[in-house]
T-cell receptor, first 111, second 116 residues
């Protein structure tokens, strides 16, 4: 299983764009990259998933360079409610097989 | 996205009793479900992989006789914590793999277990 490395914490202000980068140097050919958001005492919530290049949905964008050894989750115009822990995970078959959670990034958004 | 539910959301029990937690995939069939445990301020730790119609696969260090997993149907997996002790108090989270959505894992809301 590919190991991921993320910053432990990040601070931002409302209305700012937040970019969280994740390193996964030993990502395998079949691995997808998936990001989850977790609030205290709740299960992780799926945010976005990608294999290469750029993926965008209604809440975030995911940028993956050609070598796929890293990825960046971009949250546009964050609000206080985006304060949470964000996990980057790499897994075969789009995360369908078992996933190994790293420490995640604690994002704190202030006024 | 796919919806996964857990029941109960929280449970308090006495030491030595057994507790069953249910995990259901509400709008899709899940041949594989996963059980995680999360202690305060820590990340999720995978306990076991539950496969419909077969025995669960446990991660190293997880006692299979203590954490009984049953995946009797394509929409239901149960985790039974047998002879619970205070150190088993934790947040238990299940996830289900959905083949309809690019094989993504979707997580339940979690179950808070407190053993007195």
């Amino acid at each position: 299983l590919a190991k991921t490395t993320q910053p432990i914490s990040m601070d931002s202000y409302e209305g700012q764009e937040v970019n969280i980068t994740c390193s996964h140097n030993n990502i395998a050919t079949n691995d997808y990259i998936t990001w989850y958001q977790q609030f205290p005492s709740q299960g992780p919530r799926f945010i976005i998933q990608g294999y290469k290049t750029k993926v965008t949905n209604e809440v975030a964008s995911l940028f993956i360079p050609a070598d796929r050894k890293s990825s960046t989750l971009s949250l546009p115009r964050v609000s206080l409610s985006d304060t949470a822990v964000y996990y980057c995970l790499v897994g075969e078959g789009g995360g369908g097989n078992k996933l190994t959670f790293g420490t995640g990034t604690q994002l704190k958004v202030e006024l | 996205g796919a919806v996964v539910s857990q029941h109960p959301s929280r449970v308090i029990c006495k030491s030595g009793t057994s507790v069953k937690i249910e995990c259901r995939s509400l709008d899709f069939q899940a041949t594989t479900m996963f059980w995680y445990r999360q202690f305060p301020k820590q990340s999720l730790m995978l306990m076991a992989t539950s496969n419909e119609g077969s025995k669960a696969t446990y991660e190293q260090g997880v006692e299979k006789d203590k954490f009984l997993i049953n995946h009797a149907s394509l929409t239901l997996s149960t985790l039974t914590v047998t002879s619970a002790h205070p150190e088993d108090s934790s947040f238990y989270i299940c996830s289900a793999r959905s083949g309809q959505y690019q094989e993504t894992q979707y997580f339940g809301p979690g179950t808070r277990l407190l053993v007195l």
